[in-house]
């Protein structure tokens, strides 16, 4: 797990644009590595903007990217930031699915009786955040919500199995998965725990052998919001720190001997 702390750390990513990143260089020159295969997919809008200048800075070294080798993907819950990105050539609609979490709401709005019991055992009495499509508000527990919809949850394990499967030869290559996140918004942070176990699921019912799976996430903190916009900062430092332990938790599951289980819709 890396972390980013601010708007200047995007050099950081100098590291992950190269060889991490499935790309080697090799006297000034760039080519796609021979090693591995790889899937970049960002969460939420630091993610979204993230793996945009990723993919914008690939093509301006290499050219035609080949994607048979690696793929890019954004998950975010923002209409009009998606649509702003897809009026670019840079992007094919399918790296860049529209989620509108406006289905989220009219979920929580049932009875009860009527909601995945999943969601009445994550979600406080009367909880019920007004959601558009256009994000989910700095809300995690909103950003999580998008897995536990019947729509979303389809569409967002069809669009990252659809990344993985463009990718060829996983007899030789390993899979790398980059997952990056900004984790004082409410999609990412919300999403940063599951999208990792759900990209293992994938990779496996693909066919994909366990041992050449590597997931690799690329984390924002919340300080990064505060080079201006319009965040909360008091929301963007509680999603982060409820994220970050919760991410720590996670990462040390096999040291305690518990297991991650959740519950999707089919």
Wanted: net charge negative; aromatic share 8%.
């Amino acid at each position: 797990m890396a972390y980013y702390y601010g708007e200047n750390d995007f050099k950081k990513l100098d590291n992950l644009k190269s060889s991490k990143l499935g790309v080697t260089v090799k006297s000034g020159d760039t080519a796609m590595s021979e090693t591995s295969r790889s899937v970049v997919i960002g969460l939420g809008g630091m993610g979204l903007s993230t793996v945009t200048r990723l993919k914008r800075e690939l093509r301006e070294r290499v050219g035609n990217i080949d994607e048979t080798k690696i793929r890019f993907l954004a998950i975010d819950t923002s209409k009009d930031d998606i649509n702003l990105q897809r009026n670019d050539d840079l992007f094919k609609s399918e790296e860049l699915p529209l989620f509108d979490n406006s289905s989220v709401t009219s979920m929580l709005r049932q009875e009860p009786q009527y909601r995945p019991s999943a969601v009445n055992a994550m979600i406080p009495t009367d909880f019920c955040p007004e959601l558009t499509g256009d994000g989910a508000n700095q809300i995690r527990m909103a950003g999580r919500l998008s897995l536990m919809e019947i729509g979303m949850f389809q569409g967002i394990t069809s669009a990252i199995s659809g990344a993985i499967s463009q990718l060829v030869d996983f007899v030789h290559k390993t899979l790398d998965v980059h997952i990056i996140a900004g984790v004082g918004g409410g999609t990412g942070s919300g999403l940063t725990i599951d999208i990792p176990y759900i990209v293992r699921k994938i990779a496996k019912d693909l066919g994909i052998s366990e041992n050449r799976v590597r997931v690799m996430g690329h984390v924002f903190l919340p300080n990064v919001y505060d080079k201006g916009g319009t965040a909360n900062l008091d929301c963007a430092y509680r999603n982060g720190y409820a994220a970050l332990k919760e991410i720590d938790y996670f990462m040390n599951l096999e040291q305690i001997g518990e297991t991650f289980e959740a519950e999707y819709p089919l």
